[in-house]
């Protein structure tokens, strides 16, 4: 397959441009990318705010056990909390308060009558425990309801269940616990750290994230531009090299049609017998002038839409029949018959334009073949269409896809152009490949048609 004219890419002029649609689809998209990660930055956050609670709370119960077990030691609440270097550094408050609500024992930074408004918003543990965060003091009020906090006394054991040596008796000094709250004011600088982390990193990531989104939205669009602005340059040089091709193409007709009617007027002038010496020379005019209008023809082929009208077409019957009219025989040698959905004209123009480049590759008639193969890509069933030759191959296999590119003097570079143009509008691809040995080989793959296929 020597016809180096094989051209192939989708010009980029077909394609609609909608810069609104565009611009309101990458707003919406921004938006919502903007709101996933403001979800993601609340989870986030809500994680870290969850876990600095779960550890304040854990140190409140530490330090109640070691509040507790300094109490085992000192008559006074005071002095056990003074005693202890992790107390006093913790603990701002600390005061025990009755039914009416006032202070029986009062000790550093706490209220001298306790009102019960704020515990009507917090609910209690099982075991009658109040949190209150104090975000003025950096600190936590730990509130405990001594009828539920303490177990109910044991009853003193009778003289004679005591031990009789004293070496086995503890003596613990602990002070009597009586009233209905105990109150500790416990300092919790991690937590409230993270208080204000979390709460300044919010707004901090929204504003963030909503610059980010809308700055790549930004360099989206304008990359968007400049891709339009060289896909543009591209058409024009294109356009450029059509014109050129078209100029080069039409002006060796118009040069031979001007030469053949000079030698029309010298035999009228001369008196001859133009009607009859003539003959060779109009013979000349006319296919100077259909070759003319194949060019036009196929440049407008080129140019117009691409997906035509579409219908069922049966493969190898199509296939079969062109070959046996260009080569005298089918070149079919092996296939698995189906069906595909592309308008009949526009594949017939393709299968012609592969088989006539075949011919003029150099390669004997006899060597160009064809197969037929279905295979499953990306789960839907395609035909491979593989029509071959042992001819020039492409020497610039990957400039054989420039749309009017060709290395024949006769050639225009638009044949293959307008197949692939026709195979793509149909959802299918066109390869190109050189074979081992020599000769080439053109691959149209297009999705298998069958009736419930979505058209």
Known sequence: MANKSCAARVPHTARQKNPRL??????????????????????VLWTMRDRAR????????????????????????????????????????????????????????????????????EN?????????????????????????????????????????????????????????????DITHPAYWRTQTLTAFMFPFCEIVFFVLMFYIRHLYLRNRGYR???EEQQNLVVLGTAASTLAHEIKNPLLAIRLQTGILRKLKTSGGNAGENGEEELSIIEEEIDRISSLIYR???????ARGNPAPVHVYNLLAEISMRLCNRNIVCEAEDGEVFIDPDRFRSTLENIIRNALESGCPEQEIGATMKKTRLNGQQ?????IFDRGRGFSDIKR????????????????????????????????????DGGGAQVAVTLPEYTDQTEL
Not at 68 to 85: K, M, Q, T, V
């Open 22 to 43: 565009a611009s309101r689809t990458t707003l919406i998209a921004a938006l919502f990318a903007w709101l996933f990660l403001s979800a993601l930055t609340l989870l």
């Open 54 to 121: 779960l550890i304040r709370d854990n140190d409140n119960e530490r330090i109640l056990n070691a509040f507790f077990a300094s109490l085992r030691e000192y008559d006074e609440f005071g002095e056990a909390i003074e005693a202890n270097s992790i107390l006093s550094e913790r603990i701002r408050g600390f005061a025990i308060y009755d039914a009416n609500l006032s202070a029986i024992y009062r000790w550093g930074k706490a209220p001298d009558v306790y009102t019960e408004a704020g515990l009507g918003k």
């Open 124 to 184: 209690p543990t099982r075991f009658g425990r109040y949190t209150i965060p104090n975000k003025s003091g950096r600190s936590v009020a730990f509130i405990l309801n001594i009828e539920r906090f303490l177990p109910p006394p044991v009853p003193a054991r009778p003289a004679r269940e005591r031990p009789e040596n004293h070496h086995q008796r503890q003596i613990y000094r602990f002070p009597a616990i009586t009233g209905k709250y105990i109150y500790i």
């Open 228 to 230: 339009e602005r060289i």
């Open 299 to 305: 440049v407008n082929d080129y140019l117009r839409e």
């Open 382 to 386: 395609r035909i491979v269409v593989a």
């Open 400 to 435: 054989a896809l420039d749309p009017f590119y060709t290395t024949k003097s006769t050639g225009t570079g638009i044949g293959l152009s307008i197949s692939k143009r026709f195979i793509e509008a149909a959802k299918g691809t066109i390869v190109l490949e050189n074979r």
